[in-house]
T-cell receptor, first 106, second 116 residues
């Protein structure tokens, strides 16, 4: 199956800072999703982005399918951005990376 | 529109007990999935149902059974719970199992299961 690697594993930010999370995957995909798991455990869909760039408020994502990576940008971070961010891709199943744990401090 | 609903939210079992986790979706999706999440890890697929009437094994099916009761409902059963099954279980659904936009998956709130 497809291997998904996320970096960094942990990220500590001061409120207002910007950050970039990376997702590398081992094979071509036609479905890539970013999720945010909040501190209560709920998985929230952020982006469906197999290629190109999308923006949603302070979050944006870019996938370069030919180079097999995706980036998630958090701008002007807020404490509510804390949690774990997962990248997941589809071959016959949704394969998740191990996640990046983001802690935003006030 | 509730999306994906899982019950119960929390459960504690003794080793050897059985239980069924329930999942229902109201998005008229064809495909449904059960995942488990262990500390520090991403989600791993246990079983999935591509469409009503079909089920298939995922990455970690041992110790579990599933039933696709109808298009809305997909249950996960632990016949004889073991401590290794202590985990958080998530149900998800999508329009279809194929790749692309049809396989955008939406998740329930999860069930936290402890097996003592």
């Amino acid at each position: 199956g497809i291997q998904v690697e996320q970096s960094p594993p942990d990220l500590i930010l001061q409120e207002g800072a910007n950050s970039t999370l990376r997702c590398n995957f081992s094979d071509s995909v036609n479905n890539l999703q970013w999720f945010h798991q909040n501190p209560w455990g709920q998985l929230i869909n952020l982006f469906y982005i197999p290629s190109g760039t999308k923006q949603n408020g302070r979050l944006s994502a870019t996938t370069v399918a030919t180079e097999r990576y995706s980036l998630l940008y958090i701008s002007s971070s807020q404490t509510t951005d804390s949690g774990v961010y997962f990248c997941a891709v589809v071959d016959y199943k949704l394969s998740f990376g191990a996640g990046t744990t983001v802690t935003v401090r006030a | 529109n509730a999306g994906v609903t899982q019950t119960p939210k929390f459960q504690v079992l003794k080793t050897g007990q059985s239980m069924t986790l329930q999942c229902a979706q109201d998005m008229n999706h064809n495909s449904m999935y059960w995942y488990r999440q262990d500390p520090g890890m991403g989600l791993r697929l246990i079983y999935y149902s591509a469409s009503e009437g079909t089920t298939d094994k995922g990455e970690v099916p041992n110790g579990y059974n599933v039933s696709r009761l109808n298009k809305r409902e997909f249950s996960l059963r632990l016949e004889s719970a073991a401590p290794s099954q202590t985990s958080v279980y998530f149900c998800a659904s999508s329009e279809a199992r194929t790749g692309g936009r049809q396989n955008i998956q939406y998740f329930g709130a999860g069930t936290r299961l402890s097996v003592l």
